[in-house]
């Protein structure tokens, strides 16, 4: 049987701002089976000046965020192609999802900064970007998207579970993919170490020297989202809006209060694990280093949770959006109605 073989370049910028995440990725496609060769992968760590900038880029009025929405796509296209030089790569093509400033699914809106066009402009190479907004008009969540190359290249696994800014799972269900957003995850943790002038709680060390505020958890674990079924997802806004005014009201130590969220995400996270009987689960994202969540994981649902090497903790999600977009340039499904509750499967991203 004739195998066939696609090269695609993935960037990814998520919600934790720590960077981009480039990976060049080899895919090859046998029957009815996908594998892939990791090749190249790095994260370019972001300046203070563009984590700003990113971080505010919903304050923007209209005229100054499609000027923004290009100048980041052209230092997202000058990124990649320093990447795709120094390292002699010939990709079919470049993957990018961007980096998500609005995400309100309920009102048709999921916006994802960095123009694909200026990525082509630089690059000179075929470009695919804005892998949302084509399902949130058919109805969908626009998210999350990783769950096909769950599913496609990670069957092996009962279930993926990304600990990224927001924790989110992926798994089969009678036949079905289903998938959805958990929590919050990495993006309070950060920005309530943030206090202390960190950046982030290394292995967790801080959250574990902490103690549980029982009122605290009570209220995180009562908030409305958790009553609500699949699909749904979350996003900067409503941890914005609803999280964060909430631990604000708190007025103990920084350790007792990412001990307690921490508690909160691995009780959410452990809950669905049960609900569903998952047992080989996949963990990766920046979470995946937090020692001290990973044991609260565990002891809520024990021994299930496999922790991926270092290369599929830091770059998956980036791998697998490379996937979607030779998935897209093959006009093929990239986007499950299962997952997100769109009117039906979709190809989702533009090409430029």
């Not at 701002?17 to 496609?29: N, S, T």
């Not at 060390?205 to 009562?222: F, K, T, Y």
Request: net charge negative; hydrophobic share 40%.
């Amino acid at each position: 049987m004739d195998i066939q073989e696609y090269k695609w370049v993935g960037l990814m910028s998520g919600t934790s701002l720590d960077g981009l995440d480039m990976v060049y990725v080899e895919f090859q496609h046998k029957g009815e089976t996908w594998d892939y060769t990791l090749g190249p992968c790095q994260t370019l760590p972001y300046s203070s000046d563009l984590v700003y900038k990113l971080e505010n880029a919903h304050l923007l009025d209209g005229k100054n965020l499609i000027s923004w929405h290009l100048e980041y796509g052209k230092i997202l296209g000058k990124m990649a192609d320093r990447f795709i030089k120094t390292h002699q790569l010939a990709p079919d093509g470049i993957a990018s999802h961007g980096h998500t400033i609005f995400h309100q699914p309920s009102e048709g809106i999921s916006f994802q900064l960095g123009h694909g066009a200026a990525i082509h402009a630089i690059t000179g190479i075929k470009t695919i970007s804005d892998f949302r907004t084509l399902d949130v008009m058919l109805g969908g969540q626009g998210a999350p998207l990783v769950p096909v190359g769950d599913r496609m290249l990670f069957s092996n696994y009962d279930a993926c579970l990304n600990l990224g800014g927001i924790s989110n799972i992926s798994f089969e269900y009678h036949g079905q993919t289903i998938a959805f957003d958990i929590s919050p995850c990495n993006m309070v943790l950060n920005k309530i170490i943030h206090s202390l002038n960190m950046s982030y709680d290394d292995k967790g060390q801080v959250a574990r020297s902490g103690r549980l505020i029982p009122e605290l958890l009570d209220e995180l674990n009562r908030l409305s989202y958790y009553t609500l079924s699949p699909p749904k997802s979350l996003g900067r806004e409503w941890v914005e809006e609803t999280v964060i005014p909430l631990i604000n009201k708190y007025n103990n130590t920084v350790a007792d209060i990412l001990h307690t969220v921490c508690e909160h995400i691995a009780s959410k996270i452990a809950k669905i694990i049960n609900q569903y009987n998952l047992h080989h689960i996949l963990v990766t994202g920046g979470g995946a280093y937090h020692d001290f969540l990973l044991e609260l994981l565990d002891k809520h649902s024990p021994n299930r949770i496999e922790k991926g090497a270092n290369s599929l903790i830091d770059f998956k999600e980036a791998i697998v959006f490379a996937f979607l977009g030779m998935l897209k340039s093959l006009d093929m499904e990239n986007t499950y109605q299962s997952v997100t509750g769109a009117k039906r499967n979709s190809s989702g991203g533009m090409i430029c």
